[in-house]
């Protein structure tokens, strides 16, 4: 099946610094990605909508120049948290839509503030 | 708004038992509905997913149907296996394909030989 590569798998950074994540489409082109968020104990929810070549839509509540997000080509798009703070610290994954409509999912990314 | 009731867990079987995995949802109109599973240290996974009411998804022995009067997507198999460990989460997308997904929070499951 398709594949969906996230990178990096576990990150830990100090708090006022940044962080990028990457997610990438491997074997097939990807107009739409998403960005979810999942706390410990609690659901995935959705942060944004990214399309290749226009701005992302960010969900309610989520603060656009916090969580930059970037879809440069349709393999890849990018999320990066800025000034990254303790209570930034979550579960991030990507999904990747192919032209079928099924979305495939990253392995997630660990992000951890101290 | 759309949200996703799922039953809580860690679910500890035994091999060959049955499993049931309760998921509830509320929506507005005729959502879309999907279990995804999450093998450890691997991204999620559709697992399957009902377009419509009365719809029956299948794939790899697991089945849920989508019942709308109970407003339920239920996730079932008869006899569960090792390799069937794995976190499960019910999710619906009101715009029906895979936008937009509202998870449920997720549930554990460990199968012991």
Redesign the interface.
Known sequence: GAVVSQHPSRVICKSGTSVKIECRSLDFQATTMFWYRQFPKQSLMLMATSNEGSKATYEQGVEKDKFLINHASLTLSTLTVTSAHPEDSSFYICSARATTGVAFFGQGTRLTVV | GNS?TQMEGPVTLSEEAFLTINCTYTATGYPSLFW?VQYP??????LLKATKADDKGSNKGFEATYRKETTSFHLEKGSVQVSDSAVY?CALSAQG??????????TKLTVNP
């Open positions: 996703v995804y240290g691997e991204g999620l996974q559709l989460f394909g895979s936008e937009k997904l509202v998870f449920g929070k997720g």
